[in-house]
């Protein structure tokens, strides 16, 4: 009788500590830092300035989710429940981009559609990301498309963007900060062009 007892709660304890639920990691694609702060302090608004507004960005369906994103093959993807975007991903990467974007562009005055100056803007960002998720290649993909229209709608701007980085290393961490060095490239890409005009 001690044996079928002592047998019964090893296996009720295994059984609990198999069910013990995985720990939810929180991933940022850039927290907010001292510099990025003191560069947007020292710009201080002209009159003369253009504002140009980043919109909020547009998701494909399958990247509105607070789960990390795999692609397994060409049709399959996996949602990584225990690991999570800290913010909404279309938010996280319009902040990212926009905090990318004021070092490098210096002829206007960079906000984006919270601030209060936006009825002023000059320019309007648009985005449109189809992927901004890791693969099971070793791989981070970001494409879409941003276009830059003017205050009357008229579309100034349009421009296709794709970028595939190799990963070195396993892990969830290593793969966000390869998303975000895409941020960097969709960056300069936009600065590239937008001087053109």
Same mark, same amino acid.
């Given at each position: 009788m001690?044996?079928?007892?002592?047998?019964?709660?090893?296996?009720?304890? &295994?059984?609990?500590? =198999?069910?013990?639920?995985? +720990?939810?990691?929180l *991933?940022? $694609?850039? /927290?907010p830092?001292?510099?990025? !702060?003191?560069?947007?302090?020292?710009?201080?608004?002209?009159s003369?300035?253009?504002?140009?507004?980043?919109?909020?960005?547009?998701?494909?369906?399958?990247?509105?989710?607070?789960?990390?994103?795999?692609?397994?093959?060409?049709?399959?993807?996996?949602?990584?429940?225990?690991?999570?975007?800290?913010?909404?991903?279309?938010?996280?990467?319009?902040?990212?981009?926009?905090?990318?974007?004021?070092?490098?562009?210096?002829?206007?005055? &960079?906000?984006?559609? =919270?601030?209060?100056?936006? +009825?002023?803007?000059? *320019?309007? $960002?648009? /985005?449109?990301?189809?992927?901004? !998720?890791?693969?099971?290649?070793?791989?981070?993909?970001?494409?879409?498309?941003?276009?830059?229209?003017?205050?009357?709608?008229?579309?100034?701007?349009?421009?296709?963007?794709?970028?595939?980085?190799?990963?070195?290393?396993?892990?969830?961490?290593?793969?966000?900060?390869?998303?975000?060095r895409?941020?960097?490239?969709?960056?300069?890409?936009?600065?590239?062009n937008?001087?053109?005009?």
């Amino acid at each position: 009788m001690i044996r079928l007892i002592t047998i019964y709660l090893l296996t009720l304890s &295994l059984f609990s500590c =198999s069910t013990t639920p995985a +720990e939810i990691k929180l *991933y940022s $694609l850039s /927290l907010p830092s001292a510099t990025s !702060h003191d560069i947007e302090n020292s710009k201080t608004l002209k009159s003369d300035t253009p504002i140009l507004m980043v919109d909020p960005v547009k998701l494909a369906d399958y990247l509105n989710s607070r789960n990390l994103i795999i692609q397994i093959n060409r049709h399959q993807i996996y949602n990584a429940s225990h690991h999570l975007w800290a913010e909404d991903l279309d938010k996280a990467i319009a902040n990212t981009l926009l905090h990318k974007l004021k070092p490098l562009e210096n002829r206007f005055h &960079l906000i984006d559609s =919270s601030n209060r100056l936006k +009825e002023s803007a000059k *320019y309007r $960002l648009l /985005l449109e990301f189809d992927a901004f !998720h890791a693969t099971d290649q070793s791989q981070v993909i970001a494409s879409g498309k941003y276009w830059l229209t003017g205050n009357t709608q008229k579309l100034v701007l349009e421009n296709s963007f794709s970028y595939t980085l190799n990963l070195e290393q396993d892990g969830y961490s290593h793969s966000v900060e390869k998303l975000n060095r895409t941020i960097d490239l969709l960056a300069t890409d936009i600065i590239q062009n937008i001087n053109k005009i």
